[in-house]
């Protein structure tokens, strides 16, 4: 019997993924969760971080900054305004973003659940370094 769900992430613009595989690893808001067939269903949202996609013995890794999650009758579905596949981050790009948030958590308009979602883009995008 095959330990296989349906996959599928999305963005306003593309489909960035769609495909069977045995376990996703997300960043929600509650901590890393991890999704293996027959996983109860589940509607969550996202902070920043890595979607891990587990494929036999293969991991694709995204960066994310936001979305929800919604995980149905062996259906799970991703859904963000930005997904990045880490192997195609240049140096370049991620040092953009980091210098982008380095500077926006300065300022002293955000709110602390601004900083909260802006601290863990940054401690990400460091991974990543």
Known sequence: MSEN???????PDQ???K???????IPAFEGLMTILKDHIPLVTFMRPGFIEVKNNHSIEKFYIEDGTVEFNKNILL???STVLNVKN???E???EILEQSSEEIK???INDKEKYILSYKISTLKEIN
């Open 78 to 80: 991703i859904l963000s």
């Open 5 to 11: 769900f349906q996959l599928e992430i999305i963005t």
């Open 15 to 17: 489909i960035i993924l």
């Open 19 to 25: 495909t069977e595989t045995t376990e996703v690893t």
């Open 89 to 91: 981050l240049s140096n």
């Open 107 to 109: 300022e002293p308009t």
């Open 93 to 95: 790009k991620i040092n």
